[in-house]
């Protein structure tokens, strides 16, 4: 804090929790955020040991911590000890936002708003479009719930058949367009991205460290395909460089969690952010 801000005893706590948590960009993007505002706020991270996930929810509520992100691998262990859950968190079984009422916590999930907002920040609308989606986590059950409500088809594939298949199954309950769950393998992948529009990398496959790793051979993207990675380190992906060498236009993770930053920064604090401020701030962390 600088001396413009110092923290006084009066200056009221946000964070986020996950194991590990080391890498996190939050802290960066809603501390410069709260900054410009003159908002006397704070926004930590806490790395929870799994086993004390209870305990750790027990000291939000007694240090009064106002609202709180949750990453991996709380986002569906926190909802047992929420007062409350949305609606659309609740069907999506996943929470990344919390707010602190006075010791009544209210859980929701930005996650699927933040990443089609990027989305269509960029011109791409998603009525009428095939996509493919690869994995069957919670950010893919995010964003599925909300790409199901105008595209033409969803191909779900992921290394574990049955959750795609569950997902899928799930989606098509809710949902009247055509909707498949498979099991991910190179024929696969092959045989549905000939006539997908938009492809969706909602994987942890090419995540820094592990930047070499790509969840599709180049040999298969073509020209008329969007690539969405949401994975944001790096900021492009092997997957993504290797799209764009393609022809294809693409899309990487940043302004997700840009969005889904801005989301909670405005339901905490009732001001809107500079999201212009948080992304940059980021990318310059990262590089
Ligand atoms: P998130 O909340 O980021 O979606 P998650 O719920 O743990 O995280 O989901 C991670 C996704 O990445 C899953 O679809 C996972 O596949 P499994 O369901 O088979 O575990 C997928 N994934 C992670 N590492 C992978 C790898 N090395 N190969 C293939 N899929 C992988």
């Known amino acids: 804090m600088s001396e413009k801000n110092p923290i006084t005893a009066k200056t009221k706590v946000l964070c986020l929790i996950g194991y590990p948590i080391e890498h996190s960009m939050s802290p960066i ?8 505002l003159n908002l006397d706020f704070i926004y930590l991270t806490f790395s929870i040991n799994p086993k004390r996930l209870n305990l750790a929810v027990k000291g939000i509520k007694a240090f009064n911590i106002l609202g709180f992100n949750v990453t991996m691998p709380f986002k569906q262990t926190i909802m047992k000890y929420l007062d409350e859950i949305e609606p659309f968190a609740k069907k999506i079984a996943s929470v990344n936002t919390v707010k602190n009422n006075k010791g009544y916590l209210i859980g929701r999930n930005t996650d699927g708003v933040a990443a089609m907002k990027a989305l269509s920040d960029v011109g791409y609308k998603i009525a009428g479009k095939n996509v493919l989606i690869l994995g069957a986590g919670g950010a893919s059950r995010a964003i599925t719930y909300i790409i199901a409500q105008n595209a033409n ?57 592990n930047i070499q790793s790509t969840p599709i051979s180049q040999e298969h993207l073509h020209k008329d395909l969007f690539v969405y990675d949401l994975i944001y380190n790096p900021l492009e992906t092997r997957l993504l460089k290797e799209a764009r060498e393609a022809g294809c236009n693409v899309l990487g993770g940043l302004d997700m969690l840009v969005n889904q930053g801005a989301l909670a920064f405005e339901w905490w604090t009732g001001k809107i952010p500079n999201k212009h401020l948080m992304k940059t701030q980021i990318i310059h962390h990262i590089e």
């Open 153 to 209: 088809k969803i191909v779900i594939v992921n290394r574990t058949e049955k959750k795609a298949i569950k997902l899928a199954n799930e989606l098509k309950k809710n949902f009247c367009i055509q909707i498949e769950g498979k099991r991910y393998s190179n024929k696969v992948v092959k045989n549905e991205i000939g006539e997908s529009n938009l492809l969706i990398n909602a994987t942890s496959i090419g995540l820094y460290p």
């Open 29 to 36: 993007m809603h501390n410069a955020a709260l900054k410009e």
